[in-house]
């Protein structure tokens, strides 16, 4: 066949745009990731908060792509790839190609802290997710036949680490957990010695967003009891006891960590320039310098928007530089420049909890029930698949006038 071939490696957003824009290119695609799912990794804390099945937030790829032609989906890891000689090596094969995208995303950045990354728990993906859900609901049963106050008040003691959104989404959901629905299965156990504590080694939450949000999302979190400690640096973690950088203690089995990425694994052994958190610096065309046929893009990338500021690590960038990488390969196809990537914000979103979410959309901030109303909708509307966003509709309407997160299963990992 004497027509293009791409190769996709990865079916994030960023990969599966670029794949999905493709469509009516005259190309032959290879789409490879080692899960078989598009995961929407933004509602991964619900499955670790026991709010969401991991299915309701993950959609099969082959389902995804069954209607398009031009596309084949291959799942395995890609464990090499050689720009010189236009290959990527996975399960053992060799795969030509003649364009790469390379979206791989980012994993979970401990800075070389062993033992946070051995004692401490994540929700990065779905194995890790559901380790989280069912380390938090065992706290609770544990604790239920605990007669020593000291070693029970340490389990129902939960740390989460990294003001930044996912942080804040994670701690608002956990304390609710507690005082919706865990009041109700525990009777018998004193929830108001619970805690949910936040900490941040910044002197403010969620950096990327303008200061009159920061402080909503601070009075919100403090309404629903999560205790917020800034400028506190992590500095061990045993399994039984946080130890902060000042000295101080905090007596608990959970702490989960939100505290960094960096660029996949996959992009280590890449002979290419890297910035911070290992993310390759790619021309404002999205392509690798020396390379024009070969792209990064999402979380894999780096680059600088207008004003000099690195583009975030979101989805809605990955989602936009995978449109604009599958024109730019048609414009190579078609004999034309590829043009540069221009990031067009939508605006910042994060929730705190019921009727609880911080937002600015058109250069406008506001918090509380509006911007969480907008948050739900938003998230259901950007799930890939009619039936998980009716599912995780029923979900979520269920929980707020039951009170109740339903999926509160402890089960083998
Ligand atoms: C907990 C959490 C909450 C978040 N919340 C938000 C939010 O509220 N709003 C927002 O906009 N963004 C949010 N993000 C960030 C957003 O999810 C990422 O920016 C986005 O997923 C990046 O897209 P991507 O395509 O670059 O990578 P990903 O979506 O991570 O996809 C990468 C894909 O590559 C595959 N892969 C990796 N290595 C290999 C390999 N060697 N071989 C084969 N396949 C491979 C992976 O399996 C994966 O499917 C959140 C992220 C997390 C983890």
Known sequence: MNIPHIVIIGAGFGGLNAGRHLKNAPVR?????RQNYHLFQPLLYQVAIAGLLPSQIAYPLRTIF????????????????????????????VIAYDYLIIAVGAETNF????????????????????KTRNHLLKMFEQASREADAEKRRAMLTFVVVGGGPTGVETAGALAELISHVMVKDFPGLNLAEARVILLEANDHLITPYPHELRHATFDLLGRKNVEILLNAKLA???????????????????????????????????????????????????????HPEVFVLGDAAFLTNGDGQPLPMLSTVAIQQGKATAQNIQRMINGAQPKPFYYKDPGLLATIGRNAAVAR????????????????????????GFRNRILVFVNWAWDYIFYENQIRLITKE
């Open 236 to 290: 061990d973690f045993n399994g039984q006891t946080v130890t902060l950088g000042d000295g101080s203690r905090i007596e608990t089995q959970t702490l989960i960590w939100t505290a960094g990425i960096k660029g996949a694994e996959a992009l280590d052994p890449l002979k290419v320039e890297k910035a911070g958190a290992g993310r390759v610096r790619v021309e404002p065309t999205l392509q690798l310098p020396q």
């Open 361 to 384: 959309i058109w250069g406008v901030s506001f918090s509380g029930f509006i911007a969480w109303v907008i948050w739900v909708f938003l998230h259901i509307f950007r799930l890939v």
């Open 29 to 33: 695609i290879t789409l490879l990731d």
């Open 111 to 130: 800075f070389g802290m062993d033992a946070i990354e051995r004692g401490g728990f994540q929700v990065k993906d779905i194995q890790a997710a559901i």
């Open 66 to 93: 069954r209607g398009q032609k031009n596309i084949t989906f291959q799942m395995g890891e890609a464990t090499e790839i050689n720009l010189e000689a236009r290959y990527v090596r996975m399960n053992g094969s």
